[in-house]
């Protein structure tokens, strides 16, 4: 099982619409968890980090945690064709089990938003 | 949000040569610094772990004597790429982190002919 895993996609969704994001993990240790978002020959950019369950809002963004069901999610509110990229889910281990302070990624999910 | 900068943006050599990229946390100090390769349509893959003024930390089936990480300070981190060849062609990435937090930086592509 892999420790972080995402639908690679593409996830096409129209110009307008709530495009959702979905992440599992497999360490129920896991203490901090993040979004980036990867266009096309660039490097990851930070959008989210949650640590607490429950919502986490930030403009169209939103982050939802579940630790007892071990899934993390972001939802993107009224998608515009420029959030077109790719989403990566990271998690910071449980320091217990030896994830020390690197991060563990998803493959990600593409997102295609659509005109 | 923090930033991190990475030189050079690019760059193309010879088979054979070596190459060095420098990793700068330009507005705070980082404790830790990442390496990461990423080959086109593919996942981050991370190479090694830096903290300042010790060895790097290498991932399983990196060579530490192919890429040769120094962190001298809290805001460098360099990695050297010694006799490349057209296989270590990627988009090298590096990242900076406070305890918790990772930012990125644009990364280098490399390319060797």
């Known amino acids: 099982q892999k420790e972080v895993e995402q639908n690679s996609g593409p996830l096409s969704v129209p110009e307008g619409a709530i495009a959702s994001l979905n992440c599992t993990y497999s360490d129920r240790g896991s203490q901090s968890f993040f979004w980036y978002r990867q266009y096309s020959g660039k490097s990851p950019e930070l959008i989210m980090s949650i640590y607490s369950n429950g919502d986490k809002e930030d403009g169209r963004f939103t982050a939802q945690l579940n630790k007892a069901s071990q899934y993390v999610s972001l939802l993107i509110r009224d998608s515009q064709p420029s959030d077109s990229a790719t989403y990566l889910c990271?998690?910071?281990?449980?320091?217990?089990?030896?994830?020390?302070?690197?991060?563990?990624f998803g493959t990600g999910t593409q997102l295609k938003v659509e005109l | 949000g923090a930033v991190v900068s990475q030189h050079p943006s690019w760059v193309i050599c010879k088979s054979g040569t070596s190459v060095k990229i420098e990793c700068r946390s330009l507005d705070f100090q980082a404790t830790t610094m990442f390496w990461y390769r990423q080959f086109p349509k593919q996942s981050l893959m991370l190479m090694a772990t830096?903290?300042?003024?010790?060895?790097?930390?290498?991932e399983q089936g990196v060579e530490k004597d192919k890429f040769l990480i120094n962190h001298a300070s809290l805001t460098l981190s360099t990695l050297t790429v010694t006799s490349a060849h057209p296989e270590d062609s990627s988009f090298y990435i590096c990242?900076?982190?406070?305890?918790?937090?990772?930012?990125f930086g644009p990364g280098t592509r490399l390319t060797v002919l």
């Open positions: 990242s900076a982190g406070t305890n918790d937090e990772q930012f």
């Open positions: 990271a998690v910071h281990l449980n320091w217990l089990t030896g994830g020390g302070n690197k991060l563990t």
């Open positions: 830096s903290n300042e003024g010790s060895k790097a930390t290498y």
